[in-house]
């Protein structure tokens, strides 16, 4: 089929003569361009380095030596999914035997694009990929947009394919929807959501309510949309683990457990879940469930191209907890043997290794793996904020002060940590360390004065978008500080005032004379940058910016969060 010759399919199979099976039945087809992976790990690095078309995957994978172990075909979809290595627009079509379908299929999980039982024929097979190929084909064009970064783009395409294509109107609606989310228009995802969910009462539609309500900490809409969920569809699974996420945003983060091991009953195989299990766990205090959630997760994970060592510390912290020395050094071995050579496998090691020394109560010893752990995470990649805190809190433990303040500004300074400068003042002082929290604090300051001093450069020299941009980063990392605030605001007005009215710009001013007002109401600076707002406006015709909802409520929140879109009334 000469329609056909352009697309590009990957076999994943262990067994030669299957991945000879397919190709012929492929070729009949009229597809040629043909690659294959004979476990989950050549599988990975044959996505990372292209993309293809459809995958087709068998579901009982093996390690591509003939045992049968290593990840399935599910495992591997949760990886390719977790990191992005399978764009929306690549049809994933998984081979299995019936036994094991009513397995996957019953959980409900990562969904690929179809399923096909084994045995199966020629005919059978095309059926089924010129079915998958049809539909790829009607929403490629808005992929495409939105692989490119044209989000807006790609919304619009939606509005428009969702009316000439009724056949498929819905599932435009839920991509449009997920398109909104991605941008965090959550309110507007949402309501797409209800109007799918009033026709009808779908389950990954009222999925996609509840992940728009807890985006907007409306926790206790989120928890009753997903009990309705899950008590129609008792194994939709991923309505199990943001349950779970909403309760622990409650505080209830005991029933957030038991949600987690109720998850785990019904489909024990994802590692996300099981991971997020043995975390809640730890936190309550079970160490028996932490150690038996993060010991599979340390052994289903075995296989992955994407072991992350922190599992390992994971396991470790739970068995300090529990007082078992003899399984500690079971685990620090097996990171050491197991994993590839790497900054973050070394700081990994090193913090396990300084925990068994605190334990044992061996100080030199954990000063000096403490200390390594710093050094190997000045120079690592994607280790998480807990773990950076946590080192922290041990560096403080073991009297490495320098070696904890190094850490923290590092973490302050790194816009991806989550970490505020208020955030790390706060760490020290917790600890009881107010002398660090000090040299803390003049550290910000320092950093705060060079931040608005290079914006009054910017400013000085016209480039007005930049000195905002520039102060807004600061207020990122530190939305409570009065000088950064007020210089922000300012430079806000001066755009404003030479460049034109942004709505969402006098929104974000709005919020920063909010947040000043209630950080320090009679600053002397205050009513005059009020007076020059209320001036922009009149001049623009704006006859007012009401005040949002955590502004009445009097909530800080650090600049970049969500405003609501609705609150410019035009003159």
Same mark, same amino acid.
């Given at each position: 089929?000469?329609?056909?010759?352009?697309?590009?399919?990957?076999?994943?199979?262990?067994?030669?003569?299957?991945?000879?099976?397919?190709?012929?039945?492929?070729?009949?087809?009229?597809?040629?361009?043909?690659?294959?992976?004979?476990?989950?790990?050549?599988?990975?690095?044959?996505?990372?380095?292209?993309?293809?078309?459809?995958?087709?995957?068998?579901?009982?994978?093996?390690?591509?030596?003939?045992?049968?172990?290593?990840?399935?075909?599910?495992?591997?979809?949760?990886?390719?999914?977790?990191?992005?290595?399978?764009?929306?627009?690549?049809?994933?079509?998984?081979?299995?035997?019936?036994?094991?379908?009513?397995?996957?299929?019953?959980?409900?999980?990562?969904?690929?694009?179809?399923?096909?039982?084994?045995?199966?024929?020629?005919?059978?097979?095309?059926?089924?990929?010129? &079915?998958?190929?049809?539909?790829?084909?009607?929403?490629?064009?808005?992929?495409?947009?939105?692989?490119?970064?044209?989000?807006?783009?790609?919304?619009?395409?939606?509005?428009?394919?969702?009316?000439?294509?009724?056949?498929?109107?819905?599932?435009?609606?839920?991509?449009?929807?997920?398109?909104?989310?991605?941008?965090?228009?959550?309110?507007?995802?949402?309501?797409?959501?209800?109007?799918?969910?009033?026709?009808?009462?779908?389950?990954?539609?009222?999925?996609?309510?509840?992940?728009?309500?807890?985006?907007?900490?409306?926790?206790?809409?989120?928890?009753?949309?997903?009990?309705?969920?899950?008590?129609?569809?008792?194994?939709?699974? !991923?309505?199990?683990?943001?349950?779970?996420?909403?309760?622990?945003?409650?505080?209830?983060?005991?029933?957030?457990?038991?949600?987690?091991?109720?998850?785990?009953?019904?489909?024990?195989?994802?590692?996300?879940?099981?991971?997020?299990?043995?975390?809640?766990?730890?936190?309550?205090?079970?160490?028996?469930?932490?150690?038996?959630?993060?010991?599979?997760?340390?052994?289903?994970?075995?296989?992955?191209?994407?072991?992350?060592?922190?599992?390992?510390?994971?396991?470790?912290?739970?068995?300090?907890?529990?007082?078992?020395?003899?399984?500690?050094?079971?685990?620090?071995?097996?990171?050491?043997?197991?994993?590839?050579?790497?900054?973050?496998?070394?700081?990994?090691?090193?913090?396990?290794?300084?925990?068994?020394?605190?334990?044992?109560?061996?100080?030199?010893?954990?000063?000096?793996?403490?200390?390594?752990?710093?050094?190997?995470?000045?120079?690592?990649?994607?280790?998480?904020?807990?773990?950076?805190?946590?080192?922290?809190?041990?560096?403080?433990?073991?009297?490495?002060?320098?070696?904890?303040?190094?850490?923290?500004?590092?973490?302050?300074?790194?816009?991806?940590?989550?970490? !505020?400068?208020?955030?790390?003042?706060?760490?020290?002082?917790?600890?009881?360390?107010?002398?660090?929290?000090?040299?803390?604090?003049?550290?910000?300051?320092?950093?705060?004065?060079?931040?608005?001093?290079?914006?009054?450069?910017? &400013?000085?020299?016209?480039?007005?978008?930049?000195?905002?941009?520039?102060?807004?980063?600061?207020?990122?990392?530190?939305?409570?500080?009065?000088?950064?605030?007020?210089?922000?605001?300012?430079?806000?007005?001066?755009?404003?005032?030479?460049?034109?009215?942004?709505?969402?710009?006098?929104?974000?001013?709005?919020?920063?004379?909010?947040?000043?007002?209630?950080?320090?109401?009679?600053?002397?600076?205050?009513?005059?940058?009020?007076?020059?707002?209320?001036?922009?406006? &009149?001049?623009?015709?704006?006859?007012?910016?009401?005040?949002?909802?955590?502004?009445?409520?009097?909530?800080?929140?650090?600049?970049?969060?969500?405003?609501?879109?609705?609150?410019?009334?035009?003159?």
């Amino acid at each position: 089929m000469a329609e056909n010759s352009d697309l590009s399919v990957l076999i994943v199979d262990p067994n030669p003569g299957m991945r000879g099976n397919l190709h012929n039945m492929l070729a009949q087809a009229g597809i040629t361009k043909i690659d294959y992976a004979v476990s989950s790990g050549t599988a990975i690095r044959q996505l990372a380095k292209k993309p293809f078309d459809i995958v087709l995957c068998e579901y009982d994978l093996g390690n591509g030596s003939g045992e049968q172990n290593g990840q399935d075909g599910q495992q591997l979809l949760e990886d390719l999914r977790a990191h992005k290595l399978l764009p929306p627009s690549s049809i994933f079509i998984m081979l299995t035997s019936e036994g094991v379908y009513s397995k996957v299929i019953g959980a409900a999980e990562l969904t690929p694009t179809d399923y096909v039982l084994k045995p199966f024929t020629v005919d059978m097979l095309q059926q089924r990929m010129r &079915r998958a190929i049809t539909r790829r084909a009607v929403f490629l064009p808005v992929h495409q947009l939105a692989e490119a970064g044209n989000i807006g783009k790609a919304i619009e395409e939606c509005r428009s394919r969702e009316a000439a294509n009724p056949a498929y109107a819905t599932d435009f609606a839920r991509l449009r929807a997920e398109l909104l989310m991605s941008r965090g228009e959550y309110a507007e995802a949402e309501l797409v959501y209800q109007v799918i969910v009033i026709n009808r009462a779908i389950a990954w539609a009222q999925m996609g309510v509840a992940r728009c309500q807890f985006a907007q900490e409306k926790y206790a809409d989120a928890c009753a949309t997903l009990e309705g969920l899950l008590s129609a569809n008792p194994k939709f699974m !991923s309505a199990y683990d943001l349950l779970a996420r909403t309760h622990i945003a409650l505080g209830a983060q005991e029933t957030a457990k038991k949600i987690l091991e109720d998850a785990v009953a019904i489909s024990p195989n994802l590692v996300g879940r099981l991971r997020h299990l043995g975390e809640v766990a730890l936190e309550t205090g079970d160490v028996v469930a932490a150690e038996k959630a993060f010991k599979q997760v340390v052994a289903k994970a075995k296989y992955s191209e994407f072991r992350d060592p922190e599992d390992h510390v994971k396991l470790v912290k739970t068995l300090v907890a529990k007082g078992d020395t003899g399984q500690i050094s079971g685990v620090i071995r097996d990171m050491e043997r197991s994993l590839r050579s790497s900054a973050n496998v070394d700081a990994c090691r090193a913090v396990a290794a300084g925990m068994l020394h605190e334990m044992t109560g061996n100080r030199k010893g954990a000063a000096t793996e403490f200390t390594n752990a710093v050094s190997a995470i000045t120079v690592s990649r994607g280790l998480s904020t807990e773990l950076k805190v946590g080192v922290v809190h041990s560096c403080l433990n073991a009297e490495l002060d320098a070696q904890a303040s190094e850490l923290m500004i590092n973490l302050m300074n790194d816009t991806d940590s989550g970490v !505020s400068m208020d955030d790390a003042v706060q760490v020290f002082e917790k600890a009881g360390r107010h002398d660090l929290a000090e040299g803390m604090s003049k550290e910000i300051k320092h950093q705060v004065d060079e931040l608005i001093e290079h914006a009054s450069e910017q &400013r000085s020299q016209g480039d007005l978008r930049a000195a905002v941009d520039t102060l807004n980063a600061g207020l990122r990392k530190a939305p409570a500080n009065m000088s950064l605030a007020l210089a922000a605001t300012s430079a806000i007005l001066k755009q404003l005032e030479d460049l034109g009215w942004e709505a969402q710009l006098g929104k974000h001013c709005a919020t920063l004379l909010g947040r000043m007002r209630l950080l320090d109401p009679h600053h002397a600076a205050l009513a005059q940058l009020e007076a020059q707002f209320a001036h922009t406006q &009149r001049k623009y015709g704006i006859s007012a910016l009401v005040e949002s909802e955590h502004q009445r409520a009097g909530d800080v929140r650090p600049v970049g969060d969500q405003v609501p879109r609705d609150k410019v009334q035009s003159a």
